[in-house]
């Protein structure tokens, strides 16, 4: 949410103060997870002599079920939701922007990270929990937000792997359609790229099936395929290539059926109908939208819902052909979520991993 100046500094202070005493308050080291460790530690072994969970209140809430992690004072420090493995975070401020395609920022204080797995009722009094919260808590390398932004069509730079396989740097979605004219429009660049095209390298998914990169699409992502190549490639969640629940746990190919088959927990389910209450999002939730004019009810665009911008407008950031890869911009349509706009008015649905 956009404060004035002298509000957001004291919050900025408030808000590192306590992600900082939280942490040592617990009485253990502060770890780092390193860029690329997506989900941190799997292991289910003795956690640490001092429990990081100690001190901490944790509070159970509904709409959706989930746990809410508070400091001794009330504080929020973290939200897990039943059925997902994404957790929010609350540490130091950070701005994100993108001048080539809006004016809009957002400034939030959230941290989007991975768990190791599905949240539950209870989880709290895990080891495996203990160990993770212990290396996260006051973790400031790369979370969601960072990595989605190594993509960013306004400009990123490159990174290879070991391998030497580009793994970030700017994204386009697709090559050039000859059939559409107007450079701003939907459909300019072709979708149908995925994360194996963007990394130009050969997929094997759990089921054996094994796909070839398109050459011509090599560095490209289309909406989902965006998604998967920040959830799955970089975070570490499950990937399939079927558009059905038939190719197990895992992030489908297509945004209809992420919406429909995606693992974590369904916020709004597709009625058909507009979405106006948008209460239940958190940073990181993945919200879908019918766009195609002649096709109302059939999902086929996802973005990742951003938070409030500092005009207090609900901004996501998607990979858009107007843009030519990801963006929180508004070249031909606005990345809102309210209001009255293009997007705003397609959206349809909305899923936590």
Same mark, same amino acid.
């Given at each position: 949410?956009?404060?004035?100046?002298?509000?957001?500094?004291?919050?900025?202070?408030?808000?590192?103060?306590?992600?900082?005493?939280?942490?040592?308050?617990?009485?253990?080291?502060?770890?780092?997870?390193?860029?690329? @460790?997506?989900?941190?530690?799997?292991?289910?072994?003795?956690?640490?002599?001092?429990?990081?969970?100690?001190?901490?209140?944790?509070?159970?809430?509904?709409?959706?079920?989930?746990? /809410?992690?508070?400091?001794?004072?009330?504080?929020?420090?973290?939200?897990?939701?039943?059925?997902?493995?994404?957790? /929010?975070?609350?540490?130091?401020?950070?701005?994100? @922007?993108?001048?080539?395609?809006?004016?809009?920022?957002?400034?939030?204080?959230?941290? /989007?990270?991975?768990?190791?797995?599905?949240?539950?009722?209870?989880?709290?009094?895990?080891?495996?929990?203990?160990?993770?919260?212990?290396? /996260?808590?006051?973790?400031? @390398?790369?979370?969601?937000?960072?990595?989605?932004?190594? &993509?960013?069509?306004?400009?990123?730079?490159?990174?290879?792997?070991?391998?030497?396989?580009?793994?970030?740097?700017?994204?386009?979605?697709?090559?050039?359609?000859?059939?559409?004219?107007?450079?701003?429009?939907?459909?300019?660049?072709?979708?149908?790229?995925?994360?194996?095209? &963007?990394?130009?390298?050969?997929?094997?998914?759990?089921?054996?099936?094994?796909?070839?990169?398109?050459?011509?699409?090599?560095?490209?992502?289309?909406? @989902?395929?965006?998604?998967?190549?920040?959830?799955?490639?970089?975070?570490?969640?499950?990937?399939?290539?079927?558009?059905?629940?038939?190719?197990?746990?895992?992030?489908?190919?297509?945004?209809?059926?992420?919406?429909?088959?995606?693992?974590? =927990?369904?916020?709004?389910?597709?009625?058909?109908?507009?979405?106006?209450?948008?209460? +239940?999002?958190?940073?990181?939730?993945?919200?879908?939208?019918?766009?195609?004019?002649?096709?109302?009810?059939?999902?086929?665009?996802?973005?990742?819902?951003?938070?409030?911008?500092?005009?207090? =407008?609900?901004?996501?950031?998607?990979?858009? +052909?107007?843009?030519?890869?990801?963006?929180?911009?508004?070249?031909?349509?606005?990345?809102?979520?309210?209001?009255?706009?293009?997007?705003?008015?397609?959206?349809?649905?909305?899923?936590?991993?």
């Amino acid at each position: 949410m956009h404060h004035e100046p002298d509000s957001e500094k004291n919050r900025l202070v408030r808000r590192t103060a306590l992600w900082t005493i939280a942490a040592a308050a617990a009485g253990y080291g502060l770890g780092r997870l390193g860029p690329d @460790s997506g989900a941190g530690d799997r292991g289910t072994g003795a956690g640490p002599s001092t429990r990081p969970t100690e001190g901490f209140v944790f509070q159970r809430l509904s709409g959706p079920a989930r746990t /809410v992690v508070r400091t001794a004072d009330g504080s929020t420090l973290a939200t897990f939701t039943d059925g997902a493995r994404t957790a /929010v975070l609350v540490g130091p401020t950070r701005t994100f @922007s993108e001048p080539r395609t809006t004016t809009a920022t957002v400034t939030t204080d959230a941290w /989007v990270r991975v768990l190791p797995y599905e949240w539950q009722r209870g989880a709290e009094k895990r080891d495996w929990f203990a160990r993770w919260l212990s290396k /996260v808590l006051g973790d400031t @390398s790369p979370d969601v937000f960072d990595v989605a932004f190594q &993509y960013s069509s306004a400009g990123a730079p490159d990174m290879h792997n070991a391998a030497g396989v580009r793994y970030r740097g700017t994204a386009h979605f697709g090559p050039r359609n000859p059939e559409v004219d107007d450079a701003l429009a939907f459909a300019y660049y072709d979708q149908r790229s995925d994360f194996y095209d &963007y990394l130009g390298i050969r997929w094997t998914f759990p089921d054996g099936k094994r796909v070839r990169p398109d050459k011509t699409r090599y560095g490209s992502v289309d909406c @989902s395929g965006f998604q998967r190549l920040l959830w799955g490639y970089r975070m570490g969640i499950p990937l399939h290539h079927t558009n059905t629940d038939s190719g197990g746990t895992g992030l489908p190919r297509r945004a209809f059926a992420i919406a429909a088959h995606g693992p974590g =927990r369904l916020l709004i389910p597709h009625t058909g109908e507009r979405v106006t209450d948008l209460s +239940s999002l958190q940073p990181g939730d993945l919200v879908f939208f019918a766009i195609i004019r002649e096709r109302p009810k059939l999902i086929d665009h996802v973005g990742m819902y951003m938070g409030l911008d500092n005009r207090g =407008r609900h901004r996501f950031y998607s990979s858009r +052909s107007a843009a030519n890869g990801p963006t929180m911009g508004d070249l031909s349509g606005h990345a809102l979520l309210d209001g009255t706009d293009f997007y705003a008015r397609g959206l349809r649905a909305a899923r936590r991993l």
